[in-house]
């Protein structure tokens, strides 16, 4: 026995000295390292052994390290790779051989590949490229299934022409589509568009590639890729028969789960109450209901929203809010009738009244008017004016004259 457990012992040694890294040991770099596009924001890296590395080494691994648009690596035992990765600003990678064993490392040299970035003038490609989904039922099926829309806005380059017209792809695993439904601006350039039904899954977490070129009579219109992760980019619907009741101070509301290929319990809410007199109160819930106390004698308005939540996909938007609906009624309080029968009290009284002093002029009976005292002042004005024409004595004694009679009467009337 003891000889046989000598002889496997000595095969594992020799065995693991083979497969040591040793100093004199060269791991020879890949042959034929390619990069290919194979769709929107999508490359395939392949590359080949290098034949005169031998089969020596069973473990032999490979270092892929993307140099551009961004830094990542990561290492396969494959010799080819995808990647998804903007293209626009070009795509550069590289590949080497590795041997790891325990905390030793033996490396090869990096072998490169490039791909270049598109031409195209500086400034001419889209800006602010945002996207939404949104899931509805299918109604052309008898079967309960569920069609993804998809909603793409963006803005102009600054420095695009006039006469620049856009246009937008977008690739969701192999399939591939062109946007047949477009918004334009003033200039008659398309800056939105809109797909009612894509190859989207109503659960999608591949992320999603949109690809956006142009172009123009005056310039080369630079393209643009971007990538977005459907789940961050889904909006849900509004929840539906949104229903509210009202006993005294206690407010009821119940609704149903957004039309959603996901189940009930994937959703989380928000309630807002509100109404005219400024009061505002939004609270979350996970449950199909919410109860709150008012003050009994206002009417309000209630709302619903909601989005998916963590515990079955990676949270994303909310949904829009549900329309409006109205529960309650207006009530004045005691005061306040009484502020405003006062109110409507005196305003008649005030307008019967004027009325009445219009039609009896009573005004004029009860404040009449004070009789002014005569005066010879406009004789004074008279004789004077027509004494002008004399000499300048003359007039002087003609008003000697006028004034004599009045110092008299003044006189006798004091006495």
């Known amino acids: 026995m003891m ?30 390292f390619t990069i290919k596009v194979t769709g929107l924001a ?3 890296l392949y590359w080949e052994p290098n034949p005169d590395q031998g089969q020596r080494n069973v473990n032999l691994k490979y270092h892929v390290k993307i140099n551009a648009p961004q830094e990542e690596d990561y290492e396969t035992r494959n010799t080819q790779s995808k990647c ?23 490396a090869s040299s990096w072998v490169s590949a490039e791909h270049k970035a598109p031409p195209g003038s500086p400034g001419t490609s889209i800006v602010n490229l945002t996207c939404t989904t949104n899931t509805a039922a299918d109604d052309d099926t008898n079967l309960k ?8 806005t963006w803005l102009a380059g600054k420095d695009a022409p006039e006469d620049t017209q856009y246009f937008l792809y977008y690739r969701y695993g192999p399939w591939t589509e062109e946007c047949q439904e477009y918004s334009k601006d003033t200039l008659n350039r398309n800056t939105a568009c809109w797909f009612p039904r894509t190859f989207i899954h109503s659960k999608a977490r591949d992320r999603l590639a949109v690809h956006v070129n142009g172009s123009s009579k005056h310039a080369a219109i630079k393209p643009s890729d971007q990538l977005f992760d459907t789940q961050a980019i889904d909006q849900p619907n509004p929840p539906i028969n ?20 996901f189940p009930v319990h994937c959703f989380e809410y928000e309630v807002k109450i509100y109404n005219t007199k400024g009061y505002f109160q939004v609270e979350k819930t996970t449950t199909h209901a919410f109860v709150s106390t008012t003050d009994g004698v206002s009417q309000y308005s209630i709302q619903v929203r909601a989005t998916v939540s963590p515990q079955c996909r990676a949270m994303g938007l909310w949904s829009k809010w549900s329309q409006p609906i109205s ?10 009738w009484f502020l405003i029968a006062l109110t409507a009290t005196v305003c008649v009284i005030s307008l019967t009244s004027l009325l009445l002093c219009r039609m009896y002029h009573l005004w004029t009976k009860l404040f ?41 009467i003044t006189e006798s009337s004091v006495f």
């Open 42 to 44: 999508q490359v395939l």
């Open 84 to 106: 998804e990765t903007t293209l626009h600003e070009g795509f550069s990678a590289s590949v080497r051989t590795i041997l790891r064993r325990g905390h030793s490392l033996l």
């Open 327 to 336: 529960v309650g009624k207006e009530q004045k309080r005691i005061t306040e």
């Open 242 to 261: 949104v229903t509210a009741e009202m006993e005294g101070s206690r407010l009821s509301i119940h609704w149903e789960k957004p039309v959603s290929a």
């Open 3 to 32: 000889p046989v457990f000598l002889i496997l012992l000595g095969a594992v040694e020799t065995l693991q000295t083979d497969l040591l890294p040793d100093k004199k040991f060269l791991l020879l770099p890949p042959m034929n």
């Open 145 to 152: 299934s569920y069609q993804v829309s998809l909603h793409c």
């Open 368 to 408: 009449p008017p004070v009789p002014a005292p005569k005066s010879n002042i406009k004789d004074l004005i008279v004789t004077t004016n027509c004494e002008k024409a004399v000499s300048s004595e003359t007039e002087i004694e003609g008003i000697t004259y006028v004034e004599e009679p009045l110092f008299e």
